[in-house]
């Protein structure tokens, strides 16, 4: 049995999702599509059944891809567990009758349930489940309340008797507001400290304040606890537990030997140097495992909170009039930050925005200037050596190429050019229990998808060391390398292998002893130059391979630009 | 006692803190359609909650939601705004 959860974005469908189907998590793309979903079972009697979260969406008629997808996996399913925001009888309703007449069985989890007592709603709950002719149970995701009730009466679930279809949306909207003045009545509401700061946060001057104060607490916060986690954990435990094992190992196999070389890679200074020795198990496990995934870790628990209590549709609002100048409207700032986790997810959030142009921008605008959070880690380790104004010259070069890029390209790419419409939803306390379970997909998501390459990458280099081939194309490409950019022509490798995995290529810098000039020039190259292989692949499903020969055209002209600039300036 | 007056302005011109009731929406179908999935539609009460600074987006209330408008949108949607004038004496 399959059963779908449907119902409008930010009613608390993910927090009743985590509720109801404990741990087995699964995130998987819609066939034939890059649109997420959430997958998990529930054991219903003696029976397994899957649960699905659909995309959040608010009519089956859909305006955008996304919710194209929404609508062709209700097809798929047995039964709908439609959530409705009992804060907001009325449009959710609209979508509650809309499901009513695709004669598929439902049942109504009227959420937020925790909620309308301080905003002043009372809902008949009875008087409801009579006029919808589905049982409706009111539940609080974020508590659990009313979850096993609702589980209980899955198997009530029906298709109403004497459904009416609606011609037209403005019947529909009759109907439930006929439906509403009979089941709702409100009354005096008292205003919480959350509305005043939800007010304060919509002014056009506070809403500037707290976008500055979150986007810095935000960056500290992820630098923090990642470095934290480097410093007090992950490196005691690779110099600790692993590296007397590998020491023995490279005893065994006698430096200097083939898979000496393989494995554990060159030994510095009589031991192993994780950033430096580059072999397998070396440098090929502490690159992913060690340097990278606490950043991963960090940034994907903040973008976790960011997400659920509600604070993104509000920067998107304040981002609104500058993305308008790149060809974008704020909504894709959410691609954006997506992108600055992994840019994979990001570009594929494109879909969320409606005009071709727009995706077109913020894909490449994504693959251009905004690193992933595995290459920002190496980044952070390895040009913050320096100083932390090295790194800033990093970000800041990365931020003008982005803003310069946009605007050139809202004036040449054709197409049109929508205006944002976007629900702002309440300030909610975080869904811990949702977060940590959206944060251990993401941070499994990684290590599943990155270590792989990371080590491929590694194996790469060593055999293409081995082979001489990057002395034999160092050599063709010094004039851009050295010429151009100022950097030694050894930094070939680095940028060949930044196609597999940028985190491995700034690994590849370290023995190469650059100034810290060189190594400004040399991150930023490498974050603008190409998009890594996983981002080429979903670069060329969701742009076609037409727009994605412009926009690597594009990457490869602003990181030649870029560097060669930077190599003036600097 | 007072009356009222009824005024037409777009959710752009009004000024923050005024209600009105939706009256037209100005350009295409699917401008209407995404509106209207959002419950913005002609006969509804919104109130305008704020703009942001340089044309940006408009802040709008519409049942118990706040929706962001592009500022183009905005100039789109027609409002009656409720006015209350002192009756004249």
């Not at chain 1, 959420?111 to 309308?116: A, H, I, P, S």
């Not at chain 1, 935000?218 to 005691?236: H, L, M, S």
């Not at chain 1, 490409?477 to 292998?497: D, F, N, R, S, Y």
């Not at chain 2, 919104?46 to 962001?68: C, D, E, H």
């Amino acid at each position: 049995m399959r059963i779908l959860l449907v119902g409008n974005p930010n009613v608390g469908k993910s927090a009743l999702f985590s509720r109801l189907t404990g741990t087995h998590i699964i995130a998987s793309n819609y066939p034939g599509t890059t649109v997420e979903f959430t997958k998990g079972y529930l054991k219903l009697g003696e029976e397994r059944a899957e649960i699905i979260d659909v995309p959040g969406n608010y009519t089956l008629e859909p305006t955008s891809k996304a919710e194209e997808v929404a609508v062709e996996m209700l097809k798929e399913g047995n039964l709908a567990i439609n959530v409705v925001d009992a804060t907001n009888l009325e449009r959710n309703l609209n979508l509650t009758l809309q499901l009513l007449e695709r004669q598929i069985p439902v049942i109504v989890a009227l959420n937020m349930w925790d909620d309308t007592r301080h905003r002043g709603i009372d809902i008949n709950v009875a008087k409801l489940e009579e006029l919808l002719g589905v049982p409706v149970v009111p539940t609080a995701g974020i508590t659990g309340q009313g979850v096993s009730e609702l589980v209980r009466r899955l198997p009530e679930a029906k298709v109403p008797k004497n459904v009416r279809t609606y011609s037209d949306s403005d019947e529909r909207w009759t109907r439930v507001g006929d439906i509403v003045s009979q089941v709702q009545s409100l009354s005096h509401r008292h205003h919480h400290w959350y509305e005043n700061l939800e007010d304060f946060s919509s002014h056009r001057v506070g809403g500037v304040i707290i976008a500055l104060l979150v986007l810095s607490a935000t960056f500290w916060f992820v630098r923090f606890v990642g470095e934290g986690i480097i410093g007090y954990v992950a490196d005691p435990l690779f110099e600790g537990l692993w590296t007397p094992p590998l020491m023995r190992l490279s005893l065994a196999l006698g430096p200097g030997s083939f898979w000496h070389d393989i494995l554990i890679g060159r030994l510095i200074g009589g031991g192993i140097d994780y950033s430096q020795s580059f072999g397998l198990l070396s440098t090929g496990l502490y690159i992913p495992l060690a340097a990278v995934l606490p950043y991963i870790f960090s940034f994907y628990l903040v973008l976790g909170i960011l997400e659920d209590v509600g604070y993104l549709p509000r920067l998107a609002v304040l981002m609104d009039t500058i993305m308008h100048r790149l060809g974008l409207h704020g909504y894709a700032i959410i691609p954006t930050i997506l992108g600055f986790g992994c840019n994979v997810p990001g570009i594929m959030a494109t879909r969320i925005l409606e005009s071709r142009k727009q995706r077109f921008i913020a894909a490449t605008l994504i693959s251009i200037g905004v690193p992933c959070a595995a290459l920002q880690a190496m980044i952070i380790g390895l040009v913050g050596e320096q100083g932390v104004e090295y790194i800033a010259m990093v970000y800041g070069s990365l931020f003008i190429s982005w803003v310069i890029i946009g605007l050139i390209l809202n004036r040449i790419v054709k197409g049109f050019n929508p205006e944002l419409l976007v629900e702002i939803p309440p300030y909610r306390f975080p869904p811990w229990r949702a977060i940590g379970e959206k944060l251990w997909l993401r941070v499994s998501g990684f290590i599943k998808e990155a270590l792989p390459i990371v080590l491929g990458a590694v194996l790469m280099v060593n055999v293409l060391y081995t082979l001489g081939v990057f002395n034999a194309i160092a050599d063709i490409a010094a004039p851009i390398l050295t010429g151009l950019w100022g950097l030694p022509k050894e930094t070939i490798a680095p940028l060949v292998i930044g196609f597999l995995r940028k985190d491995a290529a700034m690994g590849l810098l370290v023995p190469l002893a650059l100034t810290a000039k060189q190594l400004v020039i040399s991150s930023t190259v490498l974050a603008m130059f190409f998009p890594c292989v996983a981002t080429f692949v979903v670069l060329a499903r969701e742009l076609g391979a037409r727009d994605l020969l412009k926009a690597v055209g594009i990457m490869i002209a602003a990181a030649l630009m870029m560097g060669g600039l930077q190599n003036l300036v600097l | 006692m007072t009356i009222y007056q009824n005024e037409q302005l777009t959710l752009a011109e009004m000024r923050t803190g005024q209600t009105g009731t939706v009256a037209e929406i100005l350009r295409g179908h699917g401008l209407t359609r995404r509106l209207d999935a959002l419950g913005i539609r002609p006969g509804k009460k919104v109130t305008k909650l704020s703009s942001t600074l340089f044309r940006g987006p408009v802040i709008l209330r519409v049942n118990n939601t706040q929706v962001a408008v592009g500022f183009g949108m905005a100039r789109k949607i027609i409002v009656k705004v409720d006015t209350y004038l002192p009756e004249a004496s």
